[in-house]
């Protein structure tokens, strides 16, 4: 199976912050995030991961000077992720860039230079930005509609792939000898125009160590779904019954087949939010130890806007989830969310605590070997080709998940002794793309075209 190790400030619960064995500044401390980073390589994740947004998700100021959630304090993830790249050998290198508040040649741009810099360890987390305050730091007065943001997202990649197709890979003869620097038929312009992009091209890096960096998708609404199976590497779901995980794997992977991939292109991992004891009492012990120290007022303030930054204010905390209007935020998550409310008969009070652990995401308490025992039933169960595993607290999550989980995986063959390979797409199983000359202006009449 495959795993990825979530980097998220302090650890994914809400309260982790505020344990004492977590560094409250992990969000903006470096040294501590090269330790996760050297932790996650030395367990042999094929990946690690960082979420991002653009903007603090919210204006509930006595709820979000509660937590180190909602992205308050925490680093760019690009540029993070490259200063890891220096600190680490194997590991792959995943973070977020949304395609709703960029352009995509600097996206392009960055993450080649990414690949590169880390010999092929790039991975691309393509998001459409589901925090509706982003729009607020880009001259907007309102957040794009749902489907505006995927069609830019579909159009988005198409020209990112585009741009890292600019050189052929052996472009670059640099022959001092001869004074030949780089083969000009070897260099393709792009020439792109579309409903949202007009993008001449070439890119100024050459192509990158794994030909085009790996691409995970996260949305789980159809316009998510489609885009990931015609065009990302991974997909990155959030499920916490294996009924539904398993029919979300069956349907992604069948609209993938019918755009002429076949299912070993597509890796399907399913967030995984454990709290792993040496016996299922201490088990017990870590996760209550963090749910007591959840502020109500962080966790209903949090739910809220999982649900699609709704006003829950009138809504009685010991009655049941009420309807909600449609979102044009994360609309998979709220869907989650309800369902998961009306499948377990759950208050808005029990949503919020439930939430405010794994918020949304799949939660085992247990041994290394129950929580392997879920894990292994999912993935031969045709549930998820692996996990993204989001430690609750940092950096003992991690250490548990290393120390204990991991080598229980190994010992029933269901994870690597070690890499085999050196690049992100070697670790995934994923074949590097070829080389594909865009239909457009030959390179030969730069010049000509000014």
Sequence with gaps: ????????????????????????????????????????????????????????????LPALSRGAHRYVAQF???????????????????????????????????????????????????????????????????????????????EFLE??????????????????????????????????????????????????????????????????????????????TAQNHLAGAQAFYADVKQRAQRYGRNEGELKILAGVFPFIGRTPQEARDKLEQLQELIDPVVSLSLLAGQLGEVDLSRAPLDGPVPELPGTNASQSRQRLLLETARREGLTLRQLAAKVAGGRGHWQLVGTASQVADELEAWYRGGAADGFNVMSPALPAGLHDVVELLIPELRRRGLFRQDYEGSTLREHLGLRRPLHRVPQSQPAAKISAAG
């Design 1 to 60: 199976m495959k795993l990825g190790a979530f980097l998220y400030p302090t650890g994914y619960h809400i309260a982790a912050w505020r344990h004492p064995q977590v560094a409250a500044d992990l969000g903006v401390n470096f040294r501590a995030c090269v330790e996760f980073a050297k932790t996650a390589e030395r367990g042999k994740f094929d990946f690690l991961f960082l979420a991002d947004s653009a903007a603090m998700r919210g204006e509930d």
């Design 76 to 154: 760019e993830p690009l540029t993070l992720i490259s200063a890891l790249a220096a600190t680490t050998e194997r590991i792959g290198l995943v973070c977020s860039v949304t395609t709703t508040y960029n352009e995509p040649y600097h996206v392009a741009r960055k993450l080649a230079s990414l690949d590169h810099i880390s010999a092929g360890r790039a991975g691309w987390n393509l998001v459409t930005s589901q925090n509706e305050y982003e729009a607020l730091n880009f001259g907007l007065e309102a957040h794009p509609e749902h489907a505006s943001r995927y069609r830019r997202a579909t």
């Design 159 to 236: 020209v990112v792939r585009g741009l890292w197709d600019s050189w052929e890979d052996d472009a670059f003869p640099r022959d001092k000898q001869s004074g030949i620097y780089f083969d000009p038929r070897k260099l393709h312009l792009l020439n792109h125009q579309g409903e949202f992009f007009k993008v001449r091209g070439p890119l100024n890096v050459p192509r990158a160590p794994q030909g085009h960096p790996v691409v995970m998708q996260a949305g789980a609404s159809d316009a998510g779904k489609e885009l990931a199976a015609a065009s990302s590497d991974i997909v990155f």
